[in-house]
């Protein structure tokens, strides 16, 4: 079954310590994957997809096709990136990208 | 507008009623999306189209929900007798201008919320 999982609907931390957001997957085939993010009240955004392997906003998420995961990491939180977080996935081949997601996790970052 | 635009934002509906959410999607773009996203859940797949041409609809729950794009701009998504579970946000997303590459990048826009009473 195509499925992706996000365990932890809520994630708080503080100022400046490191977060990771959990992300596995599970796929028949080679799948790409995004993580989406929305800030309050704003509409959803994409924030990262694999293939491209940048950071954006100093957050990264490695493939890592063994473990079937594509965590997000940041060394530094701040508080502006206190948002909901998706990871989601769409299958390479032809051009309906529709992607399967998670059920996302909040990320609270305190003062 | 720059962003994909969705109206109305807020609807509220009698079971029963029928309601019709639209979506005006990025200038140019090919692909237009519906997705269905209920509280505390993540985003589910209802129809894709190409253009004007609606190339899957396996996320569709139930006859009652019926979506167009006759020309390929803007796209309706139209929900008869509606009922309680159909309560949710509506999102439709656009991507992929003609002539370059298909990225997977989604544009969502604000989504149209309904309850239904």
């Known amino acids: 079954a195509q499925r992706v999982t996000q365990p932890e609907k809520l994630l708080s931390v503080f100022k400046g310590a490191p977060v990771e957001l959990k992300c596995n997957y599970s796929?028949?085939?080679?799948?790409?994957l995004f993580w989406y993010v929305q800030y309050s009240r704003q509409r959803l955004q994409l924030l990262l997809r694999?293939?491209?392997?940048?950071s954006i906003k100093g957050f990264t998420a490695d493939l890592n096709k063994g473990e079937t995961s594509f965590h997000l990491k940041k060394p530094f939180a701040q508080e502006e990136d206190s948002a909901m977080y998706y990871c989601?996935?769409?299958?390479?081949?032809?051009?309906?990208?529709?992607?399967?997601w998670g059920l996302g996790t909040s990320l609270a970052v305190n003062p | 507008g720059a962003g994909v635009s969705q109206s109305p934002r807020y609807k509220v509906a009698k079971r029963g009623q029928d309601v019709a959410l639209r979506c005006d999607p990025i200038?140019?773009?090919?692909?237009l999306f519906w997705y269905q996203q209920a509280l505390g859940q993540g985003p589910e797949f209802l129809t894709y189209?190409?253009?004007?041409?609606?190339?899957?609809k396996s996320g569709l729950p139930s006859d009652r929900f019926f979506a167009e794009r006759p020309e390929g701009s803007v796209s309706t998504l139209k929900i008869q007798r509606t009922q309680q579970e159909d309560s949710a946000v509506y999102l439709c997303?656009?991507?992929?201008?003609?002539?370059?590459?298909?990225?997977?990048?989604?544009?969502f826009g604000e989504g149209s919320r309904l309850t239904v009473l």
């Open positions: 997303a656009s991507s992929w201008k003609q002539g370059q590459p298909n990225t997977g990048e989604l544009f």
């Open positions: 200038s140019g773009h090919v692909s």
């Open positions: 189209f190409q253009n004007e041409a609606q190339l899957d």
């Open positions: 796929y028949s085939g080679s799948p790409e």
């Open positions: 694999h293939i491209s392997r940048e």
């Open positions: 989601a996935l769409s299958g390479r081949a032809g051009n309906n990208r529709k992607l399967i």
